[in-house]
């Protein structure tokens, strides 16, 4: 018995020996291959530094620069196209029934609101509160005092493209609001594309990744975005002071990297046309220009000391152009409007608020109608 146990474990030991040795030949032919992979593997990984890593992973992610403004141009036509559908099939006209009356005078429009078509329903739906005013205006100019409260130009260019769309200049009520709705939805397209440059531009290069896409998301995904489709003045406000921010950084990016002194003071005096565009747009455009009045502020130790040379001069100068651009088209509306209220010669009568000593007709309109 234990001669047999004996042969036993010896068998045992002489198949683990062999088992050991063959592995010891499979080793001894692999290791070569594995240490070439090895050290090519290393040369690969180190021609790939930090920033091909970053870039790999946001293609990864189709977040490269073209990749985002699509992804931003397809969050925005879907977004969208859901509140149109939903503002489209809301049921009824609501309590403001302005909108239906001005639509229709017929005295069963209650009634037959049911038969409107859908793009009718949703033009409806969207004439509510100042987009009455501007609307109205778009269609027969600003006839009484308090709609020169809202913007004559915004109701121009409705009037201009509601004409465009219909073929002639006596377009029904529902080619303005129409008009409106593309206007605004195509300017609130384009204030997010320039919200995102704008902000790549501004931002540290680590944040310049993902925060720009976030914010520019978030502008298409605001409470606000239906309000960002009716015939209102905001969205085109938006996009112009946007687009006059744009230009405003360029300028100052521009100051120090050798770009042509022209170019820096057309992109400052394109700040300040933006900026005056959106002033007639929506009067509190007005305050875009503080930016500007800083501008020039910085200089008042070097005006101060005699320490200006040619170059700020000419800086100083090009920023008051700019900035007198914005005080003209906040004054503009106001000065068409004392004309037009305000002439004892011609005139009927003058209106109360043409004595003032800032005879304004917004503050007027304000604080008498609202």
Not at 151 to 159: D, I, M, P, Q, V
Not at 173 to 183: D, F, K, N, S, T
Not at 184 to 207: A, G, K, M
Not at 289 to 310: E, H, N, W
């Amino acid at each position: 018995m234990d001669l047999t146990k004996r042969s036993k474990a010896g068998a045992k030991v002489v198949a683990t020996e062999i088992q050991i040795g063959e592995c010891v030949r499979v080793w001894n032919k692999v290791s070569p291959a594995l240490v070439l992979a090895q050290s090519e593997r290393g040369t690969w990984l180190s021609t790939i530094n930090h920033d091909n890593l970053n870039s790999m992973t946001m293609n990864t992610f189709g977040l490269s620069g073209k990749g985002r403004i699509t992804q931003l141009i397809a969050i925005f036509c879907l977004w969208k196209a859901l509140l149109l559908l939903l503002a489209a099939f809301c049921p009824g006209p609501g309590y403001d029934t302005s909108a239906l009356i001005l639509f229709d005078t017929y005295y069963r429009r209650h009634h037959e609101f049911t038969l409107f078509a859908r793009h009718e329903r949703l033009a409806l739906n969207l004439l509510r509160w100042d987009a009455l005013y501007f609307v109205k205006a778009a269609e027969r100019g600003l006839v009484h005092e308090q709609a020169w409260a809202f913007s004559g130009a915004y109701s121009y260019l409705l009037r201009l493209t509601g004409q465009f769309m219909a073929g002639n200049t006596q377009a029904s009520l529902h080619y303005y609001v129409l008009a409106g709705i593309i206007l605004s939805s195509v300017c609130h397209l384009l204030s997010v594309l320039v919200l995102y440059r704008l902000l790549t531009l501004v931002l540290e290069p680590q944040r310049r990744r993902i925060i720009p896409f976030i914010a520019a998301v978030l502008h298409v995904l605001t409470p606000a975005s239906l309000f960002m489709c009716a015939p209102y003045a905001e969205a085109m406000f938006s996009l112009l002071n946007f687009v006059g921010m744009l230009f405003y950084a360029q300028s100052r990016a521009s100051v120090g990297t050798g770009m042509s002194s022209i170019q820096e003071d057309l992109q400052k005096l394109g700040s300040g046309l933006c900026f005056a565009a959106a002033t007639l747009m929506r009067s509190n455009g007005l305050l875009s220009g503080v930016i500007l009045l800083y501008d020039v502020a910085r200089y008042i130790p070097f005006v101060l000391s005699a320490q200006l040379t040619m170059r700020d001069l000419r800086r100083i100068t090009v920023t008051c152009v700019a900035g007198s651009l914005i005080a003209l088209a906040f004054l503009g509306p106001q000065v068409l409007a004392y004309a037009e209220f305000c002439d004892r010669e011609h005139g009927s009568g003058t209106r109360p608020w043409c004595d003032k000593s800032f005879p304004s007709i917004y503050s007027w309109v304000q604080s008498y109608y609202w």
